[in-house]
């Protein structure tokens, strides 16, 4: 299993930018696909981005590409989630998630399906 703990949510006006970050702790997070999903209030959780394990592939969902990059440091356990340019409607709790690579799933699935493990998120507030 893997324990993950979300960080750097607050509030920010229009334009302006954050940096979340997502620390796991447990088995290999090198084995580990990640991803950043969010969920804006009386919204369903949506996928935002995801990271293979080895960082070569990055998804996103198409409202923030451009705007917001994933990316992964394997040697501190740690994805990241920098976000510029933000919206009023990126307003949400940010939840980090893992799945596993034994699982054999695939982007598209993440995105539809969601991950195995979740942090219990970030709220990130854009003032417009």
């Known amino acids: 299993q893997v324990q993950l703990v979300e960080s750097g949510g607050g509030k920010v006006q229009a334009g302006g930018s954050l940096r979340l970050s997502c620390a796991a702790s447990?088995?290999?997070?090198?084995?580990?696909?990640m991803g950043w999903f969010r969920q804006a209030p009386g919204q369903e959780r949506e996928f935002v981005a995801a990271?293979?394990?080895?960082?070569?592939?990055?998804y996103y969902k198409d409202s923030v590409k451009g705007r917001f990059t994933i990316s992964r440091d394997n040697a501190k356990n740690t994805v990241y989630l920098q976000m510029n340019n933000l919206r009023s409607e990126d307003t949400a709790v940010y939840y980090c998630?893992?799945?596993?690579?034994?699982?054999?799933?695939?982007?598209?699935?993440?995105?539809?399906?969601?991950?195995?493990?979740w942090g219990k998120g970030t709220l990130v507030t854009v003032s417009s």
């Open positions: 998630a893992a799945e596993s690579v034994e699982k054999g799933t695939y982007y598209y699935e993440w995105i539809s399906h969601g991950m195995d493990y």
């Open positions: 447990g088995r290999a997070f090198g084995s580990y696909a």
């Open positions: 990271i293979s394990w080895s960082g070569g592939s990055t």
